[in-house]
């Protein structure tokens, strides 16, 4: 099975369109995850950032972001990565990209040894993080 860790923009983008927006090979992994041949790792800090962009309006999911949350997590091909000491010692590493959060999230995926679903240009600069798009 693959195993792969979303950035921010990539969920939105997926879980509330416009899914045109994402990369060939972002779209057909989340295709995959629908399909149950993939699982996506979404980092605890992705899902404060989605909270907080629903709660400005800035996208909108029916229902709000706990009813959103529960639907996403209840097909099982996505699971959420908390933050945890580890991941924020291999952010160490990852001083290149100059963000915090975009940097935690990096980590998250180099943590679990898996390719980040982003386009972010400060994370695919990165020679540390498998990114695909």
């Not at 990539?10 to 060939?24: D, E, F, H």
């Not at 992994?29 to 149950?36: P, Q, S, T």
């Not at 959060?101 to 400060?122: E, K, S, Y």
Request: a neutral charge.
């Amino acid at each position: 099975m693959t195993v792969v860790v979303t950035d921010t923009h990539a969920l939105i983008w997926y879980a509330t369109g416009p899914q045109r927006k994402l990369g060939r090979r972002a779209r057909a992994a989340f295709e995959r995850a629908e399909r149950g041949d993939t699982i996506v790792h979404i980092p605890a800090l992705v899902l404060v950032e989605l909270a907080e962009a629903m709660r400005r309006g800035v996208i909108h999911a029916d229902g709000g972001f706990t009813r959103w949350l529960e639907q996403l997590l209840a097909s099982r091909h996505f699971a959420v990565a908390d933050l945890t000491a580890a991941i924020v010692r291999e952010a160490e590493g990852l001083y290149s990209i100059p963000e915090r959060g975009d940097r935690l999230i990096a980590a998250t995926a180099v943590h679990l040894g898996c390719p980040l679903l982003t386009n972010d240009p400060a994370i695919t600069r990165s020679p540390t993080v498998e990114t695909l798009w």
